[in-house]
């Protein structure tokens, strides 16, 4: 396994959580480590992603204000604190590694498996 997520669960809205996705080393040395999500039904959608020195960072606008993504490189392992849940960002959550930054899910070549996220109202 080179990408494991964890740290979902269940929350009531307007709360918080923080997703961690430990990397092997291999995968970890990507430029680009990113976070998708999907709920039932719909696509795989980009949330966040950051480059291998931490210095960018790039979110979806439903986001941006309330989570940030960050790495440790000494860990091999990013994280996506997610703060002032809605119940909107109900979805199972993955993390994703890519040598270029990319918008789309098809541009990562690996990834963890999901984590579900539940925020009820």
């Known amino acids: 396994v080179q990408l494991q997520a964890s740290g979902g669960g269940l929350v009531q809205a307007g709360g918080s959580l923080r997703l961690t996705c430990a990397a092997s080393?291999?995968?970890?040395?990507?430029?680009?480590m990113g976070w998708f999500r999907q709920a039932p039904g719909k696509e795989r959608d980009f949330v966040a992603a950051i480059n291998w020195n931490g210095r960018s960072t790039y979110y979806t606008d439903s986001v941006k204000g309330r989570f940030t993504i960050s790495r440790d490189t000494a860990k091999n392992t990013v994280y996506l604190q997610m703060n002032r849940l809605k119940p909107e960002d109900t979805a199972a959550y993955y993390c994703?590694?890519?040598?270029?930054?990319?918008?789309?899910?098809?541009?990562?070549?690996?990834w963890g498996q999901g984590t579900q996220v539940t925020v009820s109202s």
């Open positions: 994703a590694a890519s040598q270029r930054f990319t918008w789309s899910s098809s541009g990562y070549a690996y």
């Open positions: 080393e291999r995968t970890f040395s990507s430029n680009y």
